[in-house]
């Protein structure tokens, strides 16, 4: 069973910066693309970065780029999110997943990930 284990998250205040990292386990994750996700109360969850399954290929939303930076390390499992510059916008409960076994790259559309973790919260204040 797969399991994610997302960690990092705290309160910081605008132009500050905090690193998410995501455990997972349960799969070969060295063989899946990997994406980060937010949801703030009361708004959909939206894609916020994914990187393929090396690393050599990485997306984002709009909203991030610049500010934002995922990376992974396959020996540990783990997918990080550095945010730099963080924005009282960028409030949100944050996520990680793999992407669904056979799709490739590095997808935005989120119903190409499955497997959720519990999410970590950050909370920018102005």
Do not use: H
Not at 4 to 25: T, W
């Amino acid at each position: 069973q797969v399991q994610l284990v997302e960690s990092g998250g705290g309160l910081v205040q605008a132009g500050g910066s905090l690193r998410l990292s995501c455990v997972a386990s349960g799969r070969t994750f060295s063989n899946y693309a990997m994406g980060w996700f937010r949801q703030a109360p009361g708004k959909e969850r939206e894609f916020v970065a994914a990187i393929n399954w090396s690393g050599g290929r990485t997306y984002y939303v709009d909203s991030v780029k610049g500010r934002f930076t995922i990376s992974r390390d396959n020996a540990k499992n783990t997918v990080y999110l550095q945010m730099n510059n963080l924005k009282p916008e960028d409030t949100a409960a944050y996520y990680c997943a793999p992407v669904r076994t056979g799709v490739t790259g590095a997808p935005s559309r989120i119903p190409l990930y499955d497997y959720w973790g519990q999410g970590t919260q950050v909370t920018v204040s102005s």
